[in-house]
């Protein structure tokens, strides 16, 4: 069984201080890919630095998530990082209504930057999105033809599921379907196309059923494609298979 993690920040704590044990947890549960996205300006070279030792096993993106949007963002600079580190994705980018700062009015100007970015790259783009979907459909829209990517940490309804969809993006499905009441997305889950679902754990920073969020790992992966797998009565072999099919096509994995 081959797995693909597709949104895990290996650079934080506690994974970075015992990577080594992290990846070799992870290959022996089948996981052949690790996607590592970046959070500011200051992770970009960490991000580099990490799939660069690992070539094939960890991928990197790079991009400036919501909560460091009061930073300078030099697109030339991030262009030129995503050239050099060969990035699979501009990422994690998006919008956050959940907390105070920074504002929304900041948030917007840089994620659409980066999502034009990323289309003049031709990269997909690794959506972070809480209470602020109608805002980010509002601007997904406005790209003709529509931006590949994904629309990370999905837990929301099946209506919801469906409105991204049409807009082209896949979805990332974590720790939260493995939750039994976590009713909507797990609703969701059993009814999207399969083509159309990714695998990730977010760790260290979103739990699993019985896992606390800092104990998450790669590994943990597994465990999410079995949860989907019994929603969609299915063998998980065939969860396994499609997920990292999904996965390396959007992304561009050679596996």
């Not at 990197?60 to 030129?80: K, M, N, Q, T, V």
């Not at 990323?118 to 972070?128: E, G, N, S």
């Amino acid at each position: 069984m081959r797995l693909i993690d597709t949104h895990c920040h290996l650079d934080c704590e506690p994974l970075d201080a015992a990577l080594p044990e992290v990846l070799a947890r992870a290959s022996a549960r089948g996981v052949i890919g690790i996607i590592a996205p970046a959070y500011d300006a200051a992770s970009w070279l960490r991000i580099h630095s990490l799939a660069a030792a690992q070539p094939g096993l960890i991928h990197p993106a790079l991009g400036l998530h919501p909560w460091a949007a009061a930073e300078p963002l030099d697109l030339d600079e991030l262009a030129s990082g995503l050239r050099e580190c060969a990035a699979v994705a501009v990422g994690e980018v998006g919008l956050d209504s959940k907390i105070d700062a920074p504002a929304m009015s900041q948030q917007i100007p840089v994620l659409e930057r980066q999502l034009e970015l990323a289309r003049d790259l031709d990269l997909p783009v690794i959506l972070h999105c809480r209470g602020a979907f109608a805002e980010m459909a509002a601007i997904l829209q406005r790209f003709d033809p529509p931006l590949r990517g994904v629309l990370h940490a999905f837990s929301r309804s099946h209506d919801l599921a469906r409105q991204f969809l049409r807009l082209g993006l896949h979805l990332g499905i974590g720790g939260a379907v493995t939750r039994p009441q976590a009713v909507r997305v797990r609703e969701a889950v059993a009814a999207v196309p399969l083509e159309r679902l990714l695998l990730e754990t977010d760790a260290p920073s979103i739990g699993l059923h019985g896992v606390e969020a800092v104990a998450t790992e790669p590994r943990h992966v597994r465990e999410v494609a079995a949860a989907i797998a019994e929603l969609r009565r299915v063998d998980v072999a065939i969860i396994a298979e499609a997920t990292t099919h999904n996965a390396a096509e959007l992304f561009g994995l050679a596996i």
